[in-house]
């Protein structure tokens, strides 16, 4: 009989981790290698402490879009383009969180408006994109 081995890493503390500063750095660090769940793990104590705090909602939004937790997404990005309504990588997330959930026609002027700030090439594509699939072209 072959038994299943699953390694597991240990539980990783980080020294500060409910100052915003390193909780912010940490967290970034995680989502760029894909590590959502733990990300949260760090940014929620950190924004217990500050829940205003601008950056720290980005990551957490960042980390609900990249577990295809949507609604939670959008709520956070939904605040975070209300609070400062010219923040392109909050509009572009915003944009893609609903194209994610198939509402094109609100997804689009969100994905404009980025696109047209930042000249991104991406941004415009996501535009064609989300036209072509919205039936607009």
Do not use: C
């Amino acid at each position: 009989m072959e038994e299943s081995l699953e390694l597991q890493a240990p539980a990783i503390v980080f020294p500060g981790q409910t100052d915003t500063t390193s909780a912010y750095r940490v967290a970034f660090d995680l989502l760029s290698r894909r590590a959502p769940d733990e990300a949260l793990t760090v940014l929620e104590p950190a924004l217990a402490e500050d829940p205003r705090n601008t950056g720290l909602r980005t990551l957490r939004a960042w980390s609900y879009f990249v577990k295809v937790q949507l609604g939670p997404a959008e709520k956070e990005l939904r605040s975070l383009v209300e609070e400062t309504p010219d923040g392109i990588w909050t509009r572009y997330a915003l944009g893609r969180t609903l194209e994610r959930q198939s509402r094109y026609d609100d997804a689009l002027p969100h994905l404009r408006l980025a696109a047209a700030m930042s000249g991104d090439p991406e941004h415009e594509l996501a535009v064609l994109r989300v036209e072509r699939l919205a039936g607009k072209l």
